[in-house]
């Protein structure tokens, strides 16, 4: 065996016979790197192959963002592209071998075996080209078929394929009814790709005469592959300059909106989960980093009692670099232990994440089935543990050499004490301990505050007795809106007859369905400029029946509610939020006003303010509540739509009553999404609920990992200073002059800790305020709270050494020396 | 012949608080091969410190000190380490056995840092736990020997790899006289194979076993005799 086996062999011996610190240093390094390893397996789906292509990095996302009154644009709002865009694109770029759209589409597959309704995309023909993916079975989509009129054929995903069609080898080639038209089948995909998530089939996508000229009218997400060896930041510059041509062009319809060309695989994952994704790796870097802090702790006071060893070795030899060698092999032991058990948390923290994440919500998140603690997660385990033992173990082995080997080595064990310089280090330790932290307990605090606080909100829709479903209106059956308003009219009648369902409302858009898409429309108001300061007006436009305001407990603040007379002969009227009339109206009385969807000149009737209601919050991605204007369903007949019901009762059970009710009014129509409302909100919330929770957990940690470190350091000093205490006993000192001694001692690092980790909380905490609904920077839980919490949690770890200490008898402390 | 030791005007001082205290004063000497010699002196007198300026443990002296020929006081820090890993053993007054380790592994320590391979590190440790008669001893930890044992197994330690000088502290000041006996009659042994030895004693009867006994007191060296009469 060569040298460093024996290292090894005599690493593994002075663990073993330190048990308990051993015990100590590798549960908190298996809960730091378990942490990191369960992360890493998160972040690496979401941040490195969220979208399941080869050539994800050479594809660019085109997508418009709104511009904000001071410029920016916001990030999360991300528009999609007008089709004449993107057909300008399709000419003027040369950076690009492909340039592709798709759009969103649900299908409602009718026929044999029983209707269902799928999640479509429609894409243009070089679709699958772009994204360099073949079909299984059949061929990808041709350019003819781009026509209207010929765009009836489909490509099965396939999981639909193996469902519907019992993965039928002969299956391309059929014909299929889909909303009451035949499609053929072409083609089926690959097991695995449903991109854009979560696409279970891809029809053509085509435009007509009129589509192909809209500016307007944004639907379309646009793709584009860059041509080998062109880089994203040349791609993205092209496609600015092009797209500053077009604002200048058409200032109508493209002021307002600036271009964001993202790399793909940011696109998919989304800016909040990535943010969120960043936020979480910091955090269990922060605990990695406090739990390397109480090994590196223990490791000074193992090399301090070591002194003597190390020097007998120096003497028979030793260079600087064996004895730090040895040191280092001894920590990098400790963590290799501790990535182990670091392993089994990671798999059973991703195992909760796994099990507890509805699959009606996973099925929309980018790169959650790649999710595993896969050869990449073990590897970034090794190197993680690696570089904890060199970071916890370096200190301490550095700072040996300081010492003088021939002192340590004279008769007269006047050389055994410390430097100072190892004192101030170790102090140094605990008090970054101690600020991270109170960083982490202050984030982990204001994001379970932001989180209650959503909870609190969704209190006021009491949505345990609320069910939700949605439908949508064939366009050819119907095409007339008094076609439309009667099925509704007639639906919520025989809903509201429903014995104890108590009222059955209409509206567009259900706050927190759908991730809690409603998007903000431009409007206009009668006598103004379509824009104010470069921004342009709008709003939320949802179409309801008047009682859906006392159904959602939504409250009246001037004016009148919509009513049931409000009907198509009658005057067009709209309700407004609060933040229409504040927004737009300062200083002003609104009602009686006129305001249109859309521009002066856009097809929809002015509709005149009758009354002002309060604002609702429609998803927590929102920090603030969004402006809403509420028009009559008599008047608007939409063809998509949610019924919510007001139920004496689990709202689950009123599921078939329901279901016939509305049969009887259409028997073809398919209801989809039925679901209680509070799990439609605790769906729409379960990201932030994983966030909030990881959050806590870790906080937790890292308030255990703290103080398990200022009572290391604090019983270590005590044993260091026997002696001394025995000393002052024999002097006469009282048991509460030591406690004193030694509590001031650890109080006062706890003091510097906390001074220093509060800014930094504060500084943090900004940043989570500007991220999530709800939290203030400046919360008295977390700022005052918390930080008593953690210094509660110190003086208890201080107080234990501390009573050892009085508890000395002072004659057998002399005796030690 | 070439002096082992060569030492001209070797001085070391500690400042403390502004204030200096001299702790060896122009110390020149001269050690031939070979030669066996002892350091006496009062409690304070700078034995042990002016014992490691020789180890090359502590570096920090001014004056002029050759060893082998090789000028110390001119090497760094690894070349000074690589001279004393080559030619210098130590023995210590409580011995300085490593407590975790076993008699066989503690003779094998200066053996690895000298990277000796393997199976030549077993073969020499073997050899030598048979020289000192303590083969039976051999898996036996240091707390499990008595004290002439564990001293016995720190001179073995020391000659292990063969060295050029041997220095010891005190080697027998925490042992019953029949041990320090026994341990002293090594030591006339391996200076008669031809090692030379410096040894730190308060003891005239172990003076006795060498050749020349050097007096310091308040870091001078206040006097040198021959040993004429020495013990044969
Ligand atoms: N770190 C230090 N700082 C200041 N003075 C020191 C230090 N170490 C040793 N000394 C002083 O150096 C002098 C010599 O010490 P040394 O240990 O060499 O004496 P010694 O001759 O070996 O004594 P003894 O016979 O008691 O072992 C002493 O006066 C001691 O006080
Ligand atoms: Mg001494």
Same mark, same amino acid.
């Given at each position: 065996?060569?040298?460093?086996?024996?290292?090894?062999?005599?690493?593994?011996?002075?663990?073993?016979?330190?048990?308990?610190?051993?015990?100590?240093?590798?549960?908190?390094?298996?809960?730091?790197?378990?942490?990191?390893?369960?992360?890493?397996?998160?972040?690496?789906?979401?941040?490195?192959?969220?979208?399941?292509?080869?050539?994800?990095?050479?594809?660019?996302?085109?997508?418009?963002?709104?511009?904000?009154?001071?410029?920016?644009?916001?990030?999360?709002?991300?528009?999609?592209?007008?089709?004449?865009?993107?057909?300008?694109?399709?000419?003027?770029?040369?950076?690009?071998?492909?340039?592709?759209?798709?759009?969103?589409?649900?299908?409602?597959?009718?026929?044999?075996?029983?209707?269902?309704?799928?999640?479509?995309?429609? %894409?243009?023909?070089?679709?699958?080209?772009?994204?360099?993916?073949?079909?299984?079975?059949?061929?990808?989509?041709?350019?003819?078929?781009?026509?209207?009129?010929?765009?009836?054929?489909?490509?099965?995903?396939?999981? @639909?394929?193996?469902?519907?069609?019992?993965?039928?080898?002969?299956?391309?080639?059929?014909?299929?009814?889909?909303?009451?038209?035949?499609?053929?089948?072409?083609?089926?995909?690959?097991?695995?790709?449903?991109?854009?998530?979560?696409?279970?089939?891809?029809?053509?996508?085509?435009?007509?005469?009129?589509?192909?000229?809209?500016?307007?009218?944004?639907?379309?997400?646009?793709?584009?592959?860059?041509?080998?060896?062109?880089?994203?930041?040349?791609?993205?510059?092209?496609?600015?300059?092009?797209?500053?041509?077009?604002?200048?062009?058409?200032?109508?319809?493209?002021?307002?909106?600036?271009?964001?060309?993202?790399?793909?695989?940011?696109?998919?994952?989304?800016?909040?989960?990535?943010?969120?994704?960043?936020?979480? @790796?910091?955090?269990?870097?922060?605990?990695?980093?406090?739990?390397?802090?109480?090994?590196?702790?223990?490791?000074?006071?193992?090399?301090?009692?070591?002194?003597?060893?190390?020097?007998?070795?120096?003497?028979?030899?030793?260079?600087?670099?064996?004895?730090?060698?040895?040191?280092?092999?001894?920590?990098?032991?400790?963590?290799?232990?501790?990535?182990?058990?670091?392993?089994?948390?990671?798999?059973?923290?991703?195992?909760?994440?796994?099990?507890?994440?509805?699959?009606?919500?996973?099925?929309?998140?980018?790169?959650?089935?790649?999710?595993?603690?896969?050869?990449?997660?073990?590897?970034?385990?090794?190197?993680?543990?690696?570089?904890?033992?060199?970071?916890?173990?370096?200190?301490?082995?550095?700072?040996?050499?300081?010492?003088?080997?021939?002192?340590?080595?004279?008769?007269?064990?006047?050389?055994?004490?410390?430097?100072?310089?190892?004192?101030?280090?170790?102090?140094?330790?605990?008090?970054?301990?101690?600020?991270?932290?109170?960083?982490?307990?202050?984030?982990?605090?204001?994001?379970?505050?932001?989180?209650?606080?959503?909870?609190?909100?969704?209190?006021?829709?009491?949505?345990?007795?609320?069910?939700?479903?949605?439908?949508?209106?064939?366009?050819?059956?119907?095409?007339?809106?008094?076609?439309?308003?009667?099925?509704?009219?007639?639906?919520?009648?025989?809903?509201?007859?429903?014995?104890? $369902?108590?009222?059955?409302?209409?509206?567009?858009?259900?706050?927190?369905?759908?991730?809690?898409?409603?998007?903000?429309?431009?409007?206009?108001?009668?006598?103004?400029?379509?824009?104010?300061?470069?921004?342009?007006?709008?709003? $939320?436009?949802?179409?309801?029946?008047?009682?859906?305001?006392?159904?959602?407990?939504?409250?009246?603040?001037?004016?009148?509610?919509?009513?049931?007379?409000?009907?198509?002969?009658?005057?067009?009227?709209?309700?407004?939020?609060?933040?229409?009339?504040?927004?737009?109206?300062?200083?002003?009385?609104?009602?009686?006003?006129?305001?249109?969807?859309?521009?002066?000149?856009?097809?929809?009737?002015?509709?005149? #303010?009758?009354?002002? %209601?309060?604002?609702?919050?429609?998803?927590?991605?929102?920090?603030?509540?969004?402006?809403?204007?509420?028009?009559?369903?008599?008047?608007?007949?939409?063809?998509?739509?949610?019924? +919510?019901?007001?139920?004496?009762?689990?709202?689950?059970?009123?599921?078939?009553?329901?279901?016939?009710?509305?049969?009887?009014?259409?028997?073809?129509?398919?209801?989809?999404?039925?679901?209680?409302?509070?799990?439609?909100?605790?769906?729409?919330?379960?990201?932030?609920?994983?966030?909030?929770?990881?959050?806590?957990?870790?906080? @937790?940690?890292?308030?255990?990992?703290?103080?398990?470190?200022?009572?290391?350091?604090?019983?270590?000093?005590?044993?260091?200073?026997?002696?001394?205490?025995?000393?002052?006993?024999?002097?006469?000192?009282?048991?509460?002059?030591?406690?004193?001694?030694?509590?001031?001692?650890?109080?006062?690092?706890?003091?510097?800790?906390?001074?220093?980790?509060?800014?930094?909380?504060?500084?943090?905490?900004?940043?989570?305020?500007?991220?999530?609904? &709800?939290?203030?920077?400046?919360?008295?839980?977390?700022?005052?709270?918390?930080?008593?919490?953690?210094?509660?949690?110190?003086?208890?770890?201080?107080?234990?050494?501390?009573?050892?200490?009085?508890?000395?008898?002072?004659?057998?402390?002399?005796?030690?020396? | 012949?070439?002096?082992?030791?060569?030492?001209?005007?070797?001085?070391?001082?500690?400042?403390?608080?502004?204030?200096?205290?001299?702790?060896?004063?122009? +110390?020149?000497?001269?050690?031939?091969?070979?030669?066996?010699?002892?350091?006496?002196?009062?409690?304070?007198?700078?034995?042990?410190?002016?014992?490691?300026?020789?180890?090359?443990?502590?570096?920090?002296?001014?004056?002029?000190?050759?060893?082998?020929?090789?000028?110390?006081?001119?090497?760094?820090?690894?070349?000074?380490?690589?001279?004393?890993?080559?030619?210098?053993?130590?023995?210590?007054?409580?011995?300085?056995?490593?407590?975790?380790?076993?008699?066989?592994?503690?003779?094998? #320590?200066?053996?690895?840092?000298?990277?000796?391979?393997?199976?030549?590190?077993?073969?020499?440790?073997?050899?030598?736990?048979?020289?000192?008669?303590?083969?039976?001893?051999?898996?036996?930890?240091?707390?499990?020997?008595?004290?002439?044992?564990?001293?016995?197994?720190?001179?073995?330690?020391?000659?292990?790899?063969?060295?050029?000088?041997?220095?010891?502290?005190?080697?027998?000041?925490? @042992?019953?006289?029949?041990?320090?006996?026994?341990?002293?009659?090594?030591?006339?042994?391996?200076?008669?194979? &031809?090692?030379?030895?410096?040894?730190?004693?308060?003891?005239?009867?172990?003076?006795?076993?060498?050749?020349?006994?050097?007096?310091?007191?308040?870091?001078?060296?206040?006097?040198?005799?021959?040993?004429?009469?020495?013990?044969?």
């Amino acid at each position: 065996m060569g040298t460093i086996g024996q290292d090894i062999r005599f690493g593994v011996r002075m663990l073993a016979k330190h048990r308990l610190t051993t015990v100590v240093c590798v549960a908190a390094l298996a809960l730091g790197i378990g942490a990191n390893t369960a992360m890493f397996s998160l972040a690496e789906a979401f941040l490195l192959h969220p979208v399941p292509l080869e050539n994800a990095n050479r594809i660019v996302a085109l997508v418009y963002s709104p511009v904000g009154a001071n410029g920016t644009s916001f990030g999360q709002d991300q528009s999609p592209v007008a089709p004449a865009t993107y057909l300008d694109w399709k000419k003027e770029a040369h950076s690009f071998d492909e340039i592709t759209a798709y759009a969103w589409d649900e299908l409602n597959l009718t026929g044999n075996p029983a209707p269902q309704k799928v999640q479509a995309f429609k %894409v243009s023909a070089n679709f699958f080209e772009t994204v360099q993916v073949q079909p299984q079975l059949g061929r990808m989509f041709l350019a003819e078929e781009e026509e209207p009129g010929k765009d009836q054929e489909i490509i099965l995903g396939h999981a @639909l394929w193996e469902q519907r069609y019992a993965s039928d080898p002969h299956v391309v080639g059929k014909n299929i009814k889909v909303g009451g038209k035949s499609f053929t089948i072409v083609g089926v995909m690959a097991k695995g790709f449903d991109f854009p998530k979560p696409a279970e089939a891809w029809i053509p996508l085509s435009f007509d005469a009129k589509e192909r000229l809209q500016r307007d009218s944004r639907w379309l997400f646009v793709l584009g592959r860059l041509k080998p060896g062109v880089p994203f930041t040349l791609g993205a510059a092209e496609m600015q300059s092009i797209a500053q041509r077009q604002t200048e062009a058409y200032p109508d319809t493209n002021k307002g909106f600036r271009l964001y060309p993202r790399p793909l695989e940011e696109f998919a994952t989304g800016d909040l989960t990535r943010q969120y994704t960043f936020l979480l @790796l910091g955090a269990v870097g922060f605990v990695l980093l406090i739990a390397c802090a109480d090994v590196a702790n223990v490791q000074f006071a193992r090399v301090t009692g070591r002194q003597k060893e190390l020097a007998v070795r120096t003497a028979m030899g030793a260079s600087r670099s064996r004895i730090i060698r040895q040191l280092l092999i001894e920590s990098i032991l400790l963590s290799l232990a501790g990535a182990a058990f670091g392993l089994v948390i990671a798999q059973w923290w991703v195992y909760l994440i796994l099990n507890h994440m509805p699959p009606e919500v996973a099925r929309f998140i980018a790169g959650w089935n790649t999710i595993s603690l896969d050869a990449n997660a073990f590897l970034f385990t090794l190197a993680i543990a690696v570089a904890s033992g060199i970071v916890s173990g370096i200190a301490p082995s550095w700072l040996h050499s300081d010492t003088q080997i021939s002192e340590t080595l004279k008769e007269s064990g006047r050389g055994a004490s410390t430097g100072p310089s190892r004192h101030r280090l170790r102090s140094v330790l605990v008090v970054a301990e101690i600020a991270l932290a109170l960083v982490l307990l202050v984030g982990a605090g204001l994001l379970v505050k932001g989180f209650r606080a959503l909870i609190v909100v969704h209190e006021n829709y009491h949505p345990e007795s609320v069910l939700t479903l949605t439908l949508s209106l064939p366009e050819d059956q119907y095409r007339q809106k008094p076609g439309r308003a009667a099925f509704y009219a007639q639906t919520l009648e025989r809903l509201a007859a429903i014995p104890r $369902i108590q009222s059955a409302a209409l509206a567009t858009y259900v706050p927190y369905a759908n991730g809690g898409g409603a998007g903000v429309t431009p409007f206009t108001i009668e006598g103004r400029a379509p824009e104010e300061r470069g921004e342009a007006i709008s709003s $939320i436009v949802e179409t309801v029946s008047p009682n859906y305001f006392r159904l959602m407990n939504i409250g009246l603040r001037g004016g009148r509610e919509l009513n049931e007379s409000d009907a198509d002969a009658t005057v067009p009227v709209a309700d407004i939020s609060r933040l229409v009339a504040t927004r737009y109206f300062p200083g002003e009385n609104p009602i009686g006003r006129k305001i249109k969807i859309g521009k002066v000149d856009s097809e929809g009737a002015w509709m005149t #303010i009758v009354g002002i %209601v309060d604002d609702i919050h429609y998803t927590w991605i929102n920090k603030q509540e969004l402006p809403t204007i509420y028009r009559s369903y008599r008047q608007a007949p939409p063809f998509y739509g949610s019924l +919510i019901l007001r139920a004496e009762g689990n709202p689950i059970t009123f599921v078939p009553a329901v279901r016939s009710a509305v049969a009887a009014v259409d028997p073809d129509l398919p209801l989809f999404d039925v679901l209680p409302f509070d799990k439609v909100i605790t769906d729409s919330i379960v990201g932030l609920a994983y966030v909030a929770a990881m959050m806590a957990i870790l906080g @937790l940690i890292a308030l255990v990992l703290a103080s398990v470190g200022i009572y290391g350091v604090m019983s270590y000093s005590v044993g260091e200073r026997t002696h001394e205490i025995g000393v002052r006993m024999a002097m006469g000192a009282t048991s509460k002059d030591v406690l004193r001694l030694i509590l001031r001692n650890g109080m006062s690092l706890t003091i510097v800790g906390m001074a220093i980790g509060l800014p930094l909380a504060l500084g943090f905490a900004y940043l989570l305020s500007s991220l999530l609904f &709800g939290v203030k920077a400046a919360d008295p839980f977390a700022f005052l709270g918390l930080p008593l919490l953690l210094a509660g949690v110190a003086t208890v770890a201080c107080y234990l050494p501390a009573r050892r200490a009085v508890r000395l008898d002072p004659l057998a402390a002399l005796r030690y020396e | 012949m070439e002096p082992l030791i060569q030492m001209r005007n070797l001085e070391k001082v500690y400042e403390a608080g502004g204030s200096k205290f001299y702790v060896l004063r122009r +110390i020149s000497l001269d050690i031939q091969p070979g030669e066996f010699v002892t350091f006496m002196g009062p409690s304070g007198a700078g034995k042990s410190t002016l014992l490691s300026i020789i180890g090359m443990l502590d570096g920090s002296w001014t004056g002029e000190y050759y060893f082998n020929g090789e000028p110390v006081h001119r090497l760094n820090v690894k070349k000074r380490n690589e001279l004393h890993k080559a030619n210098i053993g130590f023995v210590f007054q409580s011995y300085h056995l490593i407590d975790n380790l076993t008699v066989f592994e503690n003779l094998e #320590i200066p053996l690895s840092y000298k990277n000796v391979p393997h199976k030549e590190r077993v073969s020499l440790v073997c050899d030598i736990l048979d020289r000192f008669n303590i083969v039976g001893k051999k898996d036996l930890f240091p707390n499990q020997l008595s004290g002439g044992q564990q001293q016995l197994v720190g001179v073995a330690r020391a000659v292990i790899q063969s060295p050029k000088l041997i220095l010891a502290d005190e080697p027998t000041g925490n @042992l019953h006289s029949a041990q320090g006996e026994e341990i002293m009659e090594l030591f006339r042994k391996l200076n008669e194979a &031809g090692t030379s030895i410096i040894q730190v004693t308060h003891s005239e009867r172990n003076a006795a076993y060498s050749h020349r006994v050097i007096q310091l007191k308040d870091g001078w060296v206040v006097s040198e005799t021959s040993n004429a009469a020495r013990v044969v």
